[in-house]
């Protein structure tokens, strides 16, 4: 048994198909077929069910491929060992980020990060709270950005920082004729949303109170993945919704106008990075933190006159 034929078997558990497995591991699939195939023999049971399409690990295979994941994740942490102790900043990070923060957060600072750390590589996808916490604890994200706390013991949190909520309404009256407005002034039958799965949701739930609301004379039922989506349609005079602070940057000056804020304190979400708790790339870690942090308004980094809005 070796490192590779425990890449090559994960490969196939993620493809489940062993043609899109060699070509993801650069080797052709009679390479890949016969690897794995000469572990079976080594370790005489059946990893795969080729019979199935797609393919599917057996009742064993599924044990074996948890412990390989296990397995390589603490070899993979051997050089990451090594570059933290030669004081090096470089490697891969993979980073995991709600899609409610990534097209804000994102452009503020990516660049600059890769222009001053040339060598490191990052990989960074879109995931829903769950998925991002679900990937910390298999190994296959090394840290996650989004709304904490988690309250999970396995995983550790950092703040970044405290984004304020805000609500925007292209034709309700409310907006014009108060200078701050409650929570419970929110109509939910006006009320867009996004879809169930992200936290961002939640979080307005929490805050208008939503599940205690009625939600009978609802006129439009929609939701959406996308923040982006739901503003248009509050434009189009379909509703209105509620937006964090890092979205206003992609507004026009005559869409600023129909944004109120809320009553101090000021319903926020706290933003922060997530890892493993036995996670090893401080040093990758902390420079992501310090640029993420340099590329944030200074009034974002303030707790004080805001109350964090809970996730669940």
Request: proline letters at 4%; aromatic letters at 8%; charged letters at 25%.
């Amino acid at each position: 048994m070796n490192i590779q034929q425990l890449e090559y078997v994960l490969a196939v558990d993620k493809h489940r198909h062993f043609l899109k497995a060699s070509e993801s591991c650069f080797i052709t699939q009679a390479t890949l077929s016969a690897m794995i195939k000469k572990l079976e023999e080594e370790l005489n049971v059946i990893l795969f069910d080729r019979n199935k399409h797609p393919v599917e690990p057996t009742a064993i295979g599924k044990k074996i491929i948890e412990q390989a994941k296990k397995s390589l994740r603490e070899i993979y942490r051997i050089q990451d060992i090594i570059n933290e102790e030669k004081d090096e900043v470089k490697g891969e990070l993979r980073i995991g980020i709600i899609p409610s923060l990534a097209p804000y957060l994102l452009p503020l600072f990516i660049k600059q990060f890769l222009d001053t750390y040339q060598d490191v590589a990052l990989t960074i996808n879109e995931y829903t709270t769950s998925e991002i916490q679900e990937k910390l604890l298999e190994g296959s994200l090394d840290v996650g950005i989004l709304a904490i706390p988690l309250l999970n013991n396995d995983l550790k949190e950092s703040t970044l920082f405290y984004e304020e909520f805000f609500y925007y309404s292209n034709t309700d009256v409310l907006s014009k004729s108060k200078q701050h407005i409650l929570p419970k002034d929110v109509n939910p039958n006006n009320l867009l949303l996004l879809e169930e799965g992200h936290c961002f949701r939640n979080q307005v739930f929490n805050l208008c109170e939503l599940r205690k609301k009625d939600f009978t004379s609802l006129k439009l039922n929609y939701q959406s993945g996308s923040i982006e989506t739901i503003r248009k349609m509050v434009d189009l005079n379909m509703g209105c919704t509620i937006l964090p602070e890092l979205t206003l940057s992609m507004l026009t000056t005559e869409q600023k106008q129909k944004l109120s804020r809320f009553e101090k304190p000021s319903p926020v979400r706290e933003i922060g990075l997530v890892t493993h708790r036995h996670f090893i790339k401080e040093k990758l870690i902390k420079v992501l933190n310090n640029c993420i942090l340099d590329a944030i308004p200074q009034s974002m980094l303030d707790k004080s006159c805001k109350t964090i809005i809970p996730l669940q």
